[in-house]
């Protein structure tokens, strides 16, 4: 690297020095003032120009002093017992944003649900919740929802859509004709004894399971060829010392991310264990996990079968044991000192070393079952037997079409699934949906599958029904609903049961039922059922002992190898596409959801839509750049998509998002990005999302993109810093040799200082436990109301979230190492802002805070121009959030903001205040810990400390006082609030330059 070439960069601009963008981020403002002032030279502006602007802010002003409109509130007529007006209420349940199945608690406010929090109860999730669940709660909301039952695509009645779908089962079932009933791998225990129950009474029915990104499908088919079972493991790594992940994203989008978070963390715990789990990462794209990881080698994607099979021989000759079918895989085109070493560390650590695998290629997979089962981890970072079961029976969506053309199917039901969408034969599944008597389809909306079928049993939100999950085997948790329906909805287990004939009256009595007589007889406890039941609620989860058939491991088939490896043949094509999940839209259930749509990107920083990652050599060679238009050609199809040159990219391969270019979600997520799920390949009845052939086309179109950092700037400073894991052993200064925590500071000052009599708040940001997942940005904007701004104001730079992950690179292009960084205001001891505003709009409290008074702010930004780490947001429009659904997820303890003022964090101002007087009604002191802010409470890694710096004993003043603590722009004397701790890598090389 030059010397002229920065240390840490943001962007290949950034980093090549690019005149235009110092220009940039030379100048404060997106947009130039309205008036002469800032459109001429300072010595051509005029007097009157000047009192233009002037006059500006003084009318902003006094229309800021105007009297709001009077609302008037109607009191109850009779309070309910349970609810106390300006008082939470709080339900533990299970989110169901996703097949992870995380504990949660939710946080409802005069009977409306407006925050998803984790439940630090749950043996599984620990607290954590990830961007997906906190965005949940607005879905709620969402009214694109379907409002009632349907048939014919005219309004029907719940008892006639009941008797039209019954009378149509039986005579399917009369004539013998198939009934398929099509349902996502992971529903939960209650929900698949109902598929039991409705299977029992339809002999002709079975089960299709449709996973969108074929990942757990292939796990699960990767062990029913090693282990006869077909299962998802529990894997554990937090009792790993060497982890060796080909593609999983775990950090990110795989499997259960948010409980893999909190295992990662607590291996990589330098500080409190001296040791820390060794992580490698070989991928196509930067993900998530390898944004985090010690060593990542950018692999093709063609070659990480190769790539296996090189490791798996290097294991089994250590081993001195024969692995059958490696030696028709083609040579891995990576460096053969890569596997060696990889090898040699996994051998070393053994029962502790743990190899993960994503992708849909059950080859691949079944690899990674031998690499561990030569590790001899089973049990131990691995555990089979300890995982979730999937439906063993179930048929693939490939035979489902082939009896749909063979007119086998009588009758269709879809539910929790939109393959019309998500497949790539979902064109050929329209066609054939036309010629079955009986279709019925149970989503909450009239998505891409369901405006196609007859009948429509619109399913309740996770947060209007009851459920149950199973995580991991023996941990059982359970979803009660907190919100009576609100639109006329119901639960899908109750309509599949209704339609089966069992007479019950409600999908909770079954539920309930289920609980007592298969769960209560293994909790082990000396209450009744009552008892333990209502512990059950209230706690959101339980342990049992597990089923006795997963007592013991199923034994290991070495001869499926050879099998599954038949096919493995070297890469076609120079380029290689990849579909890949991001870490908001996933595979695109939540699409209408603007805080997902918004959250930049925690690798690309990109918002609103999806886009071509392109390796910088690569784009240099074909002369792509950021914003152009690209024809990709794969599957058969061709996608025009605006391309991104992304740094870490394998110069073979081509990444696109799936979960965009949805056509029947909502009028927010509609036509937003391109359906990447067509570029899939489907032969032999399989689809494959990775490692396919590809050819580009440039074009001359151009579409910008809406990135959310390269308008913010280092320049040049140590705002983060990191060290190896030996020389922080060392030296627990190491990489950060300069004075930091609080009290450091410039020892001369105009400032008088402030005296903090009582508390004075503040926050540490662990860098090493930072991933970068960005739950702490959308948890943010859930909490302090911060509004959708849209992808025209976002490339305008007017994003307003108060937090935003930084990310930097270091390193050459095609392989850098990244950093993550939180950054929200840093209160500072001696802020800029302060000094600068003319109306007393932003201030420092009593207790350390800089306070934003909203009704003094007219507007003038000059606080945003004086603020160093460019953390305030200027409100541009009146969002009036017109719609009345979304208006009931706002919460009421913070004001909504109007047009023409300055926000930014306030630390969670509200929380603090509740906090105290909780405690002060409680007659204690309060504690430490007492308060989190939103941030800290989402954050799966537990990167973010909050608390009372003038407490000793306090874990923020504990961390401020290590060896690894700093405080940014030390050398301007503006005494931060906020606590950084530098990241320690285990890296091996002695030291991070």
């Known amino acids: 690297m030059s010397e002229t070439t920065p240390k840490y960069w943001q962007s290949l601009a950034a980093r090549a020095g690019d005149p235009a963008l110092l220009e940039r981020s030379r100048d404060e403002f997106a947009e130039e003032l309205p008036v002469g002032v800032a459109a001429q030279a300072p010595d051509q502006s005029s007097r009157r120009d000047f009192f233009k602007v002037m006059g500006l802010s003084a009318a902003a002003a006094m229309v800021a002093c105007q009297r709001a409109p009077v609302q008037k509130a109607v009191p109850f007529l009779v309070k309910p017992d349970e609810l106390t007006p300006g008082l939470a209420l709080w339900y533990a349940s299970t989110c169901g944003a996703c097949s992870a199945n995380c504990g949660v608690l939710l946080k409802t406010r005069d009977g409306r649900p407006i925050k998803v929090e984790g439940n630090e109860e749950h043996p599984v999730s620990r607290g954590g919740v990830c961007a997906v669940g906190q965005a949940s709660v607005l879905s709620l909301y969402d009214a694109s929802r379907s409002r009632w039952p349907s048939a014919g695509g005219t309004r029907a009645s719940w008892a006639d859509l009941d008797k039209a779908v019954s009378e149509g089962l039986r005579k399917v079932a009369g004539e013998g004709k198939a009934l398929r009933l099509v349902l996502p791998w992971v529903l939960g225990p209650t929900a698949e004894a109902a598929v039991a129950r409705f299977l029992a009474a339809f002999p002709s029915a079975r089960t299709v399971r449709f996973d969108a990104t074929g990942e757990l499908e292939a796990i699960a088919e ?337 001869e499926s190898v050879a099998a599954v490896l038949a096919g493995t043949a070297a890469a076609a094509g120079e380029l290689e596409l990849v579909l890949y999940q991001k870490v908001g839209l996933r595979d695109g259930a939540l699409a209408n959801n603007g805080w997902l749509h918004e959250m930049p990107d925690p690798i690309s920083k990109a918002t609103w839509g999806n886009y071509l990652c392109v390796a910088p050599s690569t784009a240099s060679k074909l002369g792509i750049s950021d914003g152009q238009v690209v024809e990709v050609l794969a599957g058969g199809k061709t996608l025009a998509v605006p391309a991104l040159v992304q740094p870490g990219t394998h110069p073979r391969a081509l990444g696109l998002a799936m979960g965009y270019g949805r056509t029947k979600v909502g009028n927010l997520g509609n036509e937003v990005g391109e359906n990447a799920f067509g570029l899939a390949s489907f032969t032999n009845g399989r689809v494959r999302r990775s490692a396919l052939g590809a050819r580009l086309q440039v074009t001359p179109g151009r579409k910008p993109l809406a990135l959310s950092q390269t308008h913010a700037s280092m320049e040049g400073r140590a705002l983060v810093r990191e060290a190896e894991l030996a020389a922080f052993l060392a030296n627990p200064r190491a990489g950060n040799e300069e004075e930091g925590g609080h009290g450091g500071g410039h020892p001369l000052s105009i400032w008088s200082g402030h005296e903090y009599k009582g508390h004075r708040w503040a926050l540490a940001v662990d860098l090493s436990a930072c991933t970068g997942c960005s739950a702490c940005v959308v948890s943010c904007q859930a909490e302090n109301n911060i509004p959708i701004v849209g992808e025209d104001e976002a490339r305008r730079q007017r994003e307003m979230h108060w937090m935003r992950i930084d990310r930097y690179y270091e390193g050459e292009p095609d392989a850098p190492r990244v950093v993550h960084q939180p950054m929200m205001c840093q209160h500072c001891e001696n802020a800029p802002c302060e000094t600068v505003c003319p109306v007393l709009a932003t201030v420092h409290s009593s207790e350390g805070l800089n306070q934003q008074v909203y009704n003094r702010c007219v507007g003038t930004r000059y606080c945003a121009n004086n603020c160093p780490t460019k953390v305030r947001r200027f409100n541009w429009f009146d969002y009036k959030h017109t719609e009345p659904l979304k208006r009931m997820v706002l919460n009421p303890d913070v004001v909504v903001r109007t047009r023409g003022v300055m926000e930014k964090c306030s630390l969670c101002v509200q929380r603090i205040q509740e906090g105290k007087a909780v405690a002060k009604r409680e007659g204690r002191e309060l504690r430490d810990g007492d308060i989190r802010t939103a941030c800290q409470q989402s954050c799966p890694a537990q990167a973010i400390h909050f608390g009372d710096v003038n407490d000793p004993n306090s874990d923020v003043a504990k961390l401020a006082r290590s060896g690894r603590a700093y405080r940014l722009l030390e050398d301007l004397n503006i005494g931060p609030a906020v606590t950084y701790l530098a990241k320690i890598r285990n890296t091996g090389n002695g030291s991070v330059e």
């Not at 593609?247 to 795989?254: E, I, Q």
């Not at 820390?276 to 390898?290: D, Y």
């Not at 992708?359 to 691949?364: F, K, S, V």
């Not at 909770?508 to 000396?526: G, H, I, K, Q």
């Open 222 to 558: 990767a062990h029913r060829l090693t282990h006869g079972a077909r299962v998802v493991p529990d894997y554990r790594f937090d009792q790993a010392k060497v982890i060796a992940s080909f593609g999983a994203d775990f950090l990110g989008t795989w499997v259960s991310p948010v409980a893999f978070t909190r295992q990662y963390t607590a291996a990589r715990d330098a500080a409190g264990k001296r040791e820390m789990a060794r992580h490698w990462q070989l991928e196509p794209l930067m993900s998530l996990t390898g944004a985090s990881a010690d060593k990542r080698v950018p692999v093709a994607p063609s070659d990480m079968v190769p790539a296996l099979a090189g490791l798996v021989n290097r294991l089994a000759e250590k081993a001195g044991r024969a692995v059958d079918g490696l030696v028709g895989v083609p040579l891995a085109r990576v460096p053969a000192e890569v596997l060696d070493t990889l090898a040699g560390e996994l051998w070393a650590a053994k029962e502790k070393a743990l190899v993960v695998c994503g992708g849909d290629d059950p080859a691949a997979q079944v690899l990674a079952n031998v690499a561990n089962e030569l590790l001899g981890n089973a049990g131990t970072t691995v555990s089979v037997s300890g995982g979730l079961a999937l439906d063993a029976g179930a048929m693939t969506v490939g035979e489902l079409l082939t009896e749909m053309e063979a007119k086998q199917v009588g009758a269709v039901i879809f539910h929790g699934v939109n393959p019309v969408y998500a497949h790539p034969k979902g064109e050929a599944l329209a066609g054939l949906l036309k010629d079955v008597a009986v279709t019925v389809a149970t989503s909450d909306r009239l998505d891409e599958t369901a405006s196609l079928v007859r009948f429509h049993a619109p399913d309740h939100t996770p947060l209007e029904s009851w459920g149950d999950a199973e995580p991991r085997r023996g941990v059982l948790s359970l979803r009660q609903p907190v919100v009576s329906p609100l639109h006329d909805t119901r639960g899908a287990v109750e309509s599949l049961l209704k339609w089966a004939g069992v007479e019950l009256s409600s999908h909770y009595d079954f539920l309930r039922a289920r609980w007592e007589a298969e769960v209560f007889p293994r909790a082990n406890v000396a209450t009744g059922f009552q008892s333990f039941w209502d512990e059950a609620v209230r706690q959101g989860v339980v342990v049992v002992l597990p089923q006795p058939a997963a007592t013991e491991a199923p034994a290991f088939r070495p």
